[in-house]
């Protein structure tokens, strides 16, 4: 459920449930969605079918709620995103190629990392991020880099995703430190047992000394030489943000 109080517009309420909707990787049902947005089930159901009806949400045969094709189109023609994922779609080619694994480009979304893209392929290994997916920043490599570098540190118990998550203040904060000092962020199964990532910020005019986004590569604990992997990944960042800069 929501924190606070209800909103009372009609489209802030909309907007609950759509932001319901995208923060699950199925779709749910209409009590799944009053219980998340804390909306009465008349409300939710009369502004689903609203939804529907736009095209931002679409109904499964099972009678279950997703985000729809409109909702999709939409998010893929905001400027910002736009040019920033065709800047950046060569160098995660390139880092692909070179490793084999998954290869994302994230920006900072509060107190998560959002992923704008996902380069993956048969040979790289299986990992729970999407395009379009979160995850919480203190442990995951391109968060990382967001807090080491100006984000704002979260403010509330920070969750354990795995035996290996930094959740106690000064884990993380000495773990910041260490980012700063070596130019790229590492998380060593902090998201997910078994699957480690590495890193580097990404720079553009006009938005200060805060990076705009961040490249990591993210593999297998064992197939993953993160020296050499860190090395890969900050020379694409750079080339990245001097095909921003230019």
């Avoid at 959740?167 to 590492?186: E, F, I, K, N």
Wanted: charged content about 20%; some cysteine.
């Amino acid at each position: 459920m929501t924190d606070g109080p209800l909103p009372k517009s009609v489209l802030a309420r909309g907007a609950l449930l759509l932001h319901a909707c995208g923060g699950s990787d199925t779709a749910l049902s209409l009590a799944e969605l009053a219980l998340r947005t804390g909306l009465p089930k008349p409300t939710a159901h009369r502004l689903l079918g609203e939804l529907v009806r736009l095209g931002f949400v679409e109904r499964t045969p099972e009678g279950a709620y997703r985000v729809g094709l409109a909702l999709f189109v939409l998010g893929q023609s905001a400027p910002s995103v736009r040019e920033l994922r065709d800047a950046a779609l060569p160098f995660l080619g390139d880092l692909h190629e070179a490793t084999h694994e998954n290869v994302h480009l994230a920006v900072p979304d509060g107190a998560d990392t959002l992923f704008l893209e996902k380069v993956t392929g048969r040979r790289a290994t299986p990992i729970v991020s999407r395009t379009g997916g979160r995850l919480p920043a203190h442990c995951t490599a391109t968060g990382k880099v967001f807090l080491a570098l100006g984000a704002r540190p979260p403010r509330r118990a920070l969750p354990r995703l795995t035996p290996r998550t930094l959740v106690l203040p000064g884990q993380l904060a000495r773990d910041l430190a260490l980012t700063r000092a070596r130019g790229y962020g590492v998380n060593r199964e902090e998201a997910e047992i078994g699957v480690s990532a590495v890193a580097a910020p990404v720079y553009a005019l006009g938005h200060g000394s805060r990076p705009v986004a961040a490249i990591s590569v993210t593999g297998g604990t064992r197939r993953l030489d993160m020296d050499r992997v860190g090395a890969r990944v900050c020379a694409a960042a750079r080339a990245l943000t001097r095909a921003l800069s230019g």
